[in-house]
């Protein structure tokens, strides 16, 4: 197999800069800066990057199993990463994911803090150019993949940042919003386009369709019944500055979330696995098991869910318990 082929590091900086670049566009970051944003920064904000990451992935993954465009040949290339090579390239998903999350931070921002608007574009352009030149780097994907990506990423972006506080008002307020949010990515990831051979694309899709689902049935609830939320009307002077005894919090913050967040996934795994185990008669060990479409879909949207859910409900009923609100 081309991504077993050997290569020599003669630029370390390079290497390391491009690999922890690439990793911004992977469940490790998503898990992490998502959730550390709605625990510390604006609930608003969070809400509009988790969105809008559930939709633009989405619209990638499905785009790459219609499209059907290989990677690129190795050689001439070296491939740095071996999961993700079973999938196909056009668009690179994760040059969608960086335009998306990077541009819709700036945007949701920019209408509730005051602070230099070239400092922002210049951070987004920064964190989008990195993820997507990584994805070169690593053998991954083409220009055109990369450049296919962001650009899908943008035409969203314009599409739905204007709509935005109307599509967050409904997701807040309709008694509908629980009922939909779980159903229709439920139904997506189950009509989740037919392969020739297994990729681990609509697995992913599912994870982050269950992730999103459940996050946005967590706002609407907290909505509901825990506090109001603000949308993006709202406009305060500057970022606080964070002081010593404020930056602990934040730190504690982040630590109490993700501890919840792990047990929460590691939970739902080994109970959901274990019922559909029991369901379905297949030992612990069967991956292509858990690969059928009755066994993956049902395991992950609903272990991810509930991390949404835990996420948003959860970890900040948690904060208020132990005094970090």
Known sequence: QDCAQKYVVKNYFYYYLFRFSAALG???????????TYWNIDH????????????VMYIGQVSKDLLKWPRPLSPPVVKLERRTDAEYGMPSTHA???TAISFSFLSATTNHYKFPFELGLTGALLFSTLVCL???YTGMHTVLDVLGGALISAVLLVLVCPAWDSIDRVLLTSPLCPLLSL???????????????????RADTTTILGAGAGATVGFWLNNQYVAAASTS???????PLLSGPMLVVVLARFLVGIGIILVTRQLAKSLVLGALRYCYK???GDLEARRRLEV?????FVTYSSVGFSATVIVPLLHQVLGLI
Do not use: H, N, Q
Request: aromatic residues 20%; glycine residues 4%.
């Open 26 to 36: 992977e469940e490790v970051f998503y898990i992490t800066f998502l959730p550390f």
């Open 44 to 55: 608003s904000v969070s809400r509009r990057m988790i969105v809008i990451w559930s939709v």
């Open 96 to 98: 969608m994911a960086a």
């Open 134 to 136: 990584s994805r070169l």
């Open 183 to 201: 159903a229709v990515p439920l139904l997506l990831c189950y009509k989740y386009p037919k392969l020739d051979s297994y990729s681990p694309t």
């Open 233 to 239: 009307d709202g406009f305060r002077p500057g970022f």
């Open 282 to 284: 297949f030992p612990m």
């Open 296 to 300: 993956e879909v049902p395991y992950k």
